[in-house]
């Protein structure tokens, strides 16, 4: 019995953490794999590292039937998620959707346990909102996604559920906003980029910025730890589940908790990006609910532990190197 992780960036390097941490040895898939990015946060002694590609049906199929694979997490998705889509809508389509079907079909044929993808709050905030006052037969009734990204996602997440009705894939998505956290290669969206830059410029003693706007933020090893709970709790009543922090922050309170754990610190605030056209006004967080009461998820890093999780890494890189 072997975990796939397909995609070894940002989130899927910490899922290898957390399945080593359960004593599994998970085999790791990925296009252009990043070994030294990837040997920073889990053991590369203790996974299987292979190489291939997503959108090559036989790539998957190979190392689903040498692994003898039973379960599949899947985060592979286009570089720079919304930003990158805006930029390059039809390789963005092609992975995240046609890459994710190869996975669905190849989950199918070879009567995999569970399948996992990671999917993403822009199905909350990238939406032209519904008209119509919801009447069913009218054409505005339901919002549709307004970036290529959430569209994606979305396509995603609705074929995963038709192969679970129509082939009884057991099938979950797991719904991240911007997940920030250790990682030294390539990898993540515009926030993910944007808190990287930020942290790295204070600890080099150097001026930094981060945007005004508030933004919903997860602590890339609970983003990791939802999808590793969604590939092994049992007994589920639902397939699509809010992972995340509970909390939304502005660019001001985070530039000031980082002031507070790295004296000195000098973060400004900065114009807001406007990579993918107007940018939603959030609110509120995700509600967490349903993940707390079935796959008994718990946020493990609030925004001060996660600040100060995530500096730490970077002072042990340096000592590394
Ligand atoms: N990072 C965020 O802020 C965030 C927020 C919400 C949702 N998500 C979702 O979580 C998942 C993981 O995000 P991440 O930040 O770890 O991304 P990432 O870019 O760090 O990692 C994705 C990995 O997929 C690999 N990949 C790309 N094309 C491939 C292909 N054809 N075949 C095999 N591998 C391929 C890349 O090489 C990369 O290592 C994605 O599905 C993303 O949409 C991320």
Redesign the pocket.
Known sequence: MAILI?????????IARLEVERGQRPVI??????PDALAAVVDLDTINLVQ?????PL?LVNVVRREAVTRII????????TEGAQKNPYASIR??VL?TVNVLETARLFSIERVV??????LYHYLRAAQDEGSPMKEEAYPRPSTF?AST?QAAENFGLNYADAFGLDFLA???????GP?S????????NRIRAMIERVLRGEESSLPARLTE??Y?KD?ALGAVQACHEEGLKSRVFNIGMGQIWSGQQVAEMVGEIVPGAQVKIAPDPRGAGPLPLMTQPMDLSRARSELRYQPRFLMRNAIIDYVNFYRGLGKRS
């Open positions: 397909i995609g070894a960036g940002l989130i899927g390097s910490q898939f990925d296009i252009s794999p990043q291939g590609d997503l959108l090559n790539d899947h985060t592979a998705a286009n570089p720079f998620l992975l995240n890459g993808m990671c999917s993403s709050s822009v990204y996602k797991v719904r991240f906003p911007a997940v920030f990682w290669g390539r990898g993540g969206g515009g926030p993910t933020l997860v890339s983003a």
